[in-house]
């Protein structure tokens, strides 16, 4: 695995910094950035590179993580809400600590039952990637097409499915597209191996040093300061560490349901920016390339790597058109994206400080992201095979392939090179 990712820093120094700066600098122009894997699928209207003359798209495989949630559970709401109300009995609330308890208050009205559920705009989202999906590409959804869609067993990324094929229905109802949510599946569509497993365990052997880093990037007095007026009070009721995560993982998540209230004035940017830093830092080190887990974590997308390769070549081999559609979640995209080699996608690099640089998981994986790979067949010579990789919905690289016709790559080199990392 690492013998194929491993590359030396000395070539990455001048793009990534141009990429460091933009990290910091984008999240400081939009603070939903800061929410890293929270980040609303971005809707932007990217042009496609022009198909080769004499080639059609025959066949998409697509792997998508869940649309936009509501916090993972209802406790992530109900504690704060209860904090703020004790704060409120006691008059411990300063005027602007009494206006963020309404703007919670506001928030359960919606998110009371639901944490974890997919949130209508996780729906719309993944309608309207269907969507473009099926005007950028329409051969591929021409008539009686066969369509196999698969989810993991939540039922977030099930609904996400569900979205997204209902919306492929409406635009041709001769579609026939096969939607399963099963333990069947979940060997490669959510597989983590006992090692991995292991690694990122709470006592895991990166967990020291990023309680530390999670500590020295977060300083929670001064929003205390803002929120609670009694100085006692705060003293044997508040955890000003815990209490700035809790209005983070509310400030980042409104961009992800209906309420039209908003928590990010609470903090300062720099703020924000620390705290993304800590929550980009346990995906990047969870998930990715990070080097210390050797390679392990980009291996559990080996799997689904296989599946990509088996469902493209039974495609292929029929002849005909079709569509290979998987929903599953940050922790399956996310290593994906590094096994595949996408470009920024699998940088490895030591140093915590440096990791925001190398890693910006808002562009990896927000809300909704994916992955997919077009195929292309030559009209005259259904033999000649080319593909492109998307991340997002935007064209992207294999540096580690070469090609004359970018975003285009030959199929047989991208699947001998898939068939090399499988077989490491």
């Known amino acids: ?16 910094a141009a990429f460091a700066q933009t990290a910091k600098e984008e999240i400081f122009a939009d603070l939903n950035k800061a929410g890293g894997v929270y980040y609303a699928y971005p809707v ?21 993580r869940h649309g936009s949630r509501y916090l993972i559970a209802d406790n992530d ?5 209860q904090l703020m109300r004790d704060a409120k009995e006691a008059c411990a609330l300063t005027p602007l600590g009494l206006d963020a308890l309404d703007r919670v208050e506001q928030v359960w009205l919606e998110a009371e039952g639901r944490g974890g559920d997919l949130s209508p705009l996780g729906v719309k989202q993944h309608r309207g990637i269907a969507e473009r999906m099926f005007r950028t590409f329409p051969e591929v959804f021409e008539g009686k097409v066969d369509i196999s869609a698969r989810s993991t067993i ?62 020295s990037h977060t300083h929670g007095d001064r929003l205390v300061s803002t929120l609670f007026s009694d100085s006692l009070w705060v003293v044997r009721n508040v ?17 992800d349901i209906e309420t039209r209230v908003s928590f990010m004035d609470l903090f300062e940017p720099q703020e924000l920016f620390d705290l993304y830093q ?22 559990n997308a080996k799997p689904l790597l296989r599946n990509v390769v088996e469902s493209a ?38 140093n915590p400080a440096e990791f925001y640089k190398y890693f910006v998981s808002y562009k990896i994986s927000p809300m909704a992201g994916n992955v997919q ?37 030959r199929w047989s080199s991208v699947r001998n090179y898939f068939e090399t990392i499988l077989a490491e």
């Open 373 to 409: 790979i077009i195929f292309f067949r030559n009209k005259k010579n259904h033999d000649d095979i080319i593909v492109k990789f998307m991340l997002n919905e935007r064209e992207i690289s294999i540096p580690q392939l070469e090609t004359d016709m970018f975003p285009f790559y």
């Open 154 to 215: 939540v039922m977030r990324c099930a609904m996400s499915m569900d979205a997204f094929c209902e919306r492929l229905k409406e635009l041709n109802p001769e579609l026939n597209i096969t939607r399963e949510a099963s333990n069947r599946y979940m060997c490669y569509m959510n597989y983590h191996s006992p090692e991995s497993n292991e690694f990122n365990a709470p006592d895991g052997p990166w967990q020291e040093e990023y309680r530390k880093f999670e500590v």
């Open 313 to 350: 070549d039974a495609v292929i081999a029929s002849g005909k058109t079709g569509a290979t559609l998987r929903f599953g979640h940050d922790g399956n995209l996310i290593p994906f994206t590094g096994l595949l080699g996408l470009k920024d996608c699998y940088n490895s690099v030591e």
């Open 278 to 299: 800590s929550f980009n830092y346990r995906f990047y080190v969870g998930d990715s390339n990070y080097p210390g887990s050797h390679g392990m974590l980009l291996d």
């Open 239 to 255: 955890d000003p560490h815990k209490v700035m995560w809790g209005f983070y993982w509310l400030a980042v998540g409104m961009q």
């Open 1 to 16: 695995m690492n013998k194929i990712f491993k590359i030396a820093l000395v070539a990455l120094l001048l793009p990534i």
């Open 77 to 81: 709401y109900l504690w704060v809400l």
């Open 44 to 64: 932007n209207t990217v042009e496609q590179t022009e198909t080769p003359k004499g080639y059609e798209p025959f066949y998409i495989s697509h792997y998508g």
